[in-house]
């Protein structure tokens, strides 16, 4: 009781103050005549983010600019207003007015980083991830049309984090790779100290976000090296605390996945007062998360489910969730399980189902990649029994029928899967033995009469081109783009589109993903050691990034998925 007394003092004191400053404002803006913009932002301009000190001299800012009719400074003033309200709803709505006030100046510079301030907003306050990409998206429209290199290389860098949350890692990889190698050239220029701190800090920023797309792409070859040069680069300066944290944190998860759990433990632990402090309670949770898994591998199994409850009390507050995150419930609601506690069972269930429905609606692209232990309908089956069974017994005779049922489902399920596989592999057999399955011959342009938008020079040379990249199954090297075989050939992209347009009758991305299953499926259908190969050793072999494509576009074009062929084709090699 007593601590609540002073917190509610210590309330009342900061709300006196701040209407002291604000009576203050009032009253030398009447009483002096030197109440310029340069004269009231000296009074704030150097306190901290989020410090409602600095309010009043924002007020009287806007204000002042209000009457002048300036809108470059009104535009500032809201600026900072965003900058220094602690209100979380009420940034947005300055955010808004900044944007307003950009348009009519019809400043490009203004219109792109007022887009970008509220676009970070929505990402780093409330974690709405599409509604901060679109206003990116929208900030990098304007920012083509600017000089402001740093400006335009932050929007950059913004669109690879939302990209990267959401899951599109190798988009957000090339977004990552150019601001780090702009700003690693910027920050050793000579110039401002300010501007200096900036370009260090967006570097080491950049390295970081490279870092976390590698090990979600499993690239631990180089997420170590990106490792090792962060920590290097961040341990030495107290400027740089919070990005040091971000790669200890990084460290931390890598020590975790080479079983290394008291190190592990060590560097996480490191990592978490300088998140906190930064209001990042996205990573935070991840630290919570690892902490958690690294008690559960050393069996303590009270402190790994406190930092499970610290994951769901962030979602709680936040509405957060990473796919990453989703197994704490799995592990909460197994071990309420175990100590027979049909309550929290029940509250972990809903709130597992609450996760999965935010995984679905923002993390659409990685939900379909998660191996749930627990699907949709499993989950309301199961707090359906908890809910019975936490008022009275479930019929054992209705509970056995139900699983009877599922288990006859099941089984015309998995027959009728199996006869379609067994359709669909036949074919695909024969349409092997026919060789039509072999990458398609350029056509050769001899026909004169044949309407073209190229010249019969350029399609020769394309023909030949063609023949040869195919021939040296170039198109099984990984990221591989329209714009990079243009650049190869001499050539530019609409011309080597169109070629492939009118020759293949297919788009470039179309005529890649046919020659790359058309190989892999050859070299499945001919080679017994590629039938021991995982999916993702498939996808690469032929140039594919992700498992997951890989997997869809093989089902599409050859009408069955990899894993079932390789099934299908060993059950043939051994009769």
């Known amino acids: 009781m007593i601590s609540i007394q002073k917190t509610q003092t210590v309330k009342n004191q900061k709300l006196l103050m701040i209407w002291a400053l604000l009576f203050f404002s009032w009253f030398h803006a009447r009483h002096s005549g030197s109440d310029d913009y340069q004269n009231i932002r000296r009074h704030y301009e150097f306190k901290k983010k989020n410090d409602s000190f600095a309010l009043p001299y924002v007020y009287r800012y806007i204000g002042l600019a209000k009457r002048n009719g300036s809108n470059a400074h009104l535009y500032q003033a809201y600026k900072d207003a965003v900058m220094f309200t602690p209100s979380e709803a009420t940034k947005l709505r300055y955010a808004d007015s900044t944007i307003a006030v950009a348009l009519l100046t019809k ?9 970008l301030g509220k676009g970070i907003i929505y990402y780093f306050n409330f974690r709405k991830y599409r509604l901060a990409l679109n206003e990116y998206l929208t900030a990098y429209d ?10 335009r290389h932050k929007v950059i860098y913004h669109i690879g984090v939302v990209k990267s949350y ?12 150019e601001c780090a190698a702009y700003y690693r050239a910027q920050s050793e220029r000579s110039g401002h100290p300010n501007q200096l701190y900036n370009d260090r800090r967006g570097y080491y920023k950049s390295l970081h976000q490279l870092l976390v797309c590698y090990r979600y792409q499993r690239d631990f070859k180089r997420s170590d090296s990106l490792l090792g040069l962060g920590l290097e680069l961040t341990g030495k300066d107290l400027d740089f605390e ?20 008291s190190q592990s433990i060590s560097s996480l632990e490191a990592s978490l007062p300088a998140i906190r402090r930064a209001g990042d309670f996205a990573w935070a949770s991840v630290v919570d998360y690892y902490l958690a898994k690294n008690y559960v591998q050393l069996k303590e199994q009270g402190r790994a489910m406190a930092y499970f409850q610290q994951v769901d009390s962030i979602f709680n507050r936040h509405a957060f969730m990473l796919p ?8 909460l609601i197994k071990h309420y399980r175990q100590q027979g506690d049909l309550r929290k069972q029940l509250y972990y269930t809903d709130q597992l189902l609450r996760a999965d429905s935010l995984i679905t609606r923002d993390f659409s692209y990685l939900s379909g990649k998660i191996h749930k232990e627990y699907d949709t309908k499993m989950l309301l089956d199961e707090k359906e029994r908890l809910e019975v069974s936490g008022r009275y017994k479930v019929l054992y005779g209705v509970l056995s029928s139900l699983v009877a049922l599922v288990l006859l489902l099941l089984l015309i399920f998995h027959y009728r899967k199996e006869k379609r596989v067994t359709v669909q592999y036949g074919l695909l057999q024969q349409k092997l033995r026919t060789d039509a399955l072999e990458p398609l011959e350029p056509v050769v342009s001899n026909d004169l009469s044949r309407k073209t938008v190229l010249s019969q020079e350029k399609n020769r040379d394309f023909d030949a081109k063609i023949r040869d990249f195919e021939e040296s199954k170039g198109y099984t090297k990984p990221g591989l783009s329209l714009s990079k075989l243009a650049t190869r050939f001499g050539t530019n992209t609409q011309y080597l589109s169109t070629y492939i347009n009118e020759n293949k009758g297919v788009n470039f991305n179309r005529y890649i993903n046919d020659l790359r299953i058309s190989y892999i499926t050859h070299l499945m259908n001919t080679e017994k050691k590629y039938l021991n190969y995982n ?21 599409e074009i050859n009408g069955i998925r990899p894993t079932d062929y390789i099934r299908k084709r060993k059950q043939e090699l051994q009769n």
């Not at 304007?142 to 400006?151: C, F, G, W």
């Not at 919070?242 to 759990?261: D, Q, R, T």
């Open 242 to 261: 919070v990005e040091n944290a971000y790669f200890k944190k990084c460290l931390g998860i890598s020590e975790f996945y080479n079983a290394k759990n």
């Open 166 to 177: 959401l899951g599109y890692y190798d988009e957000a990889e090339g977004h990552f790779l």
């Open 535 to 555: 999916i993702k050793a498939l996808a690469s072999e032929c140039g594919m990034a992700s498992r997951q494509h890989f997997s869809d576009l093989f089902f």
């Open 324 to 331: 990453e995150l989703r197994p704490a419930y799995e592990y």
């Open 107 to 115: 400043n490009d510079s203004y219109i792109t980083s007022a887009y």
């Open 142 to 151: 304007h920012a083509q049309k600017i000089k402001d290199e740093y400006l």
